[in-house]
């Protein structure tokens, strides 16, 4: 089926660093979405964009929905312990096609 | 309660067995989806309701998947005849409309067919 192809697959973080993951597709979706989801948890959302070219915060989070509606970034500034865990990509065409396909997401951990 | 809500959060089946995966969606949610999340992957879509309406279910692996939301409320994913593939976390979502409205999360239900 549909795919996004989320990049890094996983990434190690040092408190302070700035922390930067990508979504691609081949469709043009119009709705893209950045969830995180910690071990036995489910997804919660973080930031929901609805507009090619626009630039939304939350906090120290920074995502973009891209100027092609075919990719998506999400920047964490000077990240902090509580930030590890695993980051997804999700996206929908809208109108009366509500689901969400994801991306296989970017692990978050702390440098050794 | 205020999010959405699973039960039970553990269940462990032998393969052959009905199994039924019950989601309580956030009150006045129009819009009520259910995905399935294997071990290392993104949630894949199973089905979709709006209200009590079944709009989409072309994400339902096989014929022995089944939702229902008789009452536009709560939702039930039933699983006949279960097989170890089957194992996964199972995730409900729901939505105030539906279309391109933020989505919110269960904590799922994961299953585990032996």
């Known amino acids: 089926g549909q795919q996004l192809n989320q990049s890094p697959q996983s990434m190690f973080i040092q408190e302070g660093e700035d922390v930067s993951m990508n979504c691609t597709s081949s469709s043009i979706f119009n709705t893209w979405l950045w969830y995180k989801q910690d071990p036995g948890e489910g997804p919660v959302l973080l930031i929901a964009?609805?507009?090619?070219?626009e630039l939304t915060s939350n906090g120290r989070l920074t995502a973009q929905f891209g100027i092609t509606r075919k990719d998506s970034f999400l920047n964490i500034s000077a990240s902090i312990p509580s930030d590890v865990g695993i980051y997804f990509c999700?996206?929908?065409?809208?109108?009366?096609?509500?689901?969400?396909?994801f991306g296989k997401g970017t692990k978050l951990s702390v440098k050794p | 309660g205020a999010g959405v809500s699973q039960s039970p959060r553990y269940k462990v089946a032998k393969r052959g067995q009905d199994v039924a995966l019950r989601c309580d969606p956030i009150s006045g949610h129009v819009s009520l989806f259910w995905y399935q999340q294997a071990l290392g992957q993104g949630p894949e879509f199973l089905t979709y309701f709006q209200n009590e309406a079944q709009l989409d279910k072309s994400g339902l692996p096989s014929d022995r998947f089944f939702a229902e939301r008789p009452e536009g409320s709560v939702s039930t994913l039933k699983i006949q005849r279960t097989q170890q593939e089957d194992s996964a976390v199972y995730l409900c979502?729901?939505?105030?409309?539906?279309?391109?409205?933020?989505?919110?999360f269960g904590d799922g239900t994961r299953l585990s067919i032996l």
């Open positions: 999700a996206a929908n065409y809208g109108g009366s096609q509500g689901n969400l396909i």
């Open positions: 964009l609805y507009k090619a070219g």
């Open positions: 979502a729901s939505s105030l409309l539906g279309g391109n409205q933020p989505q919110h």
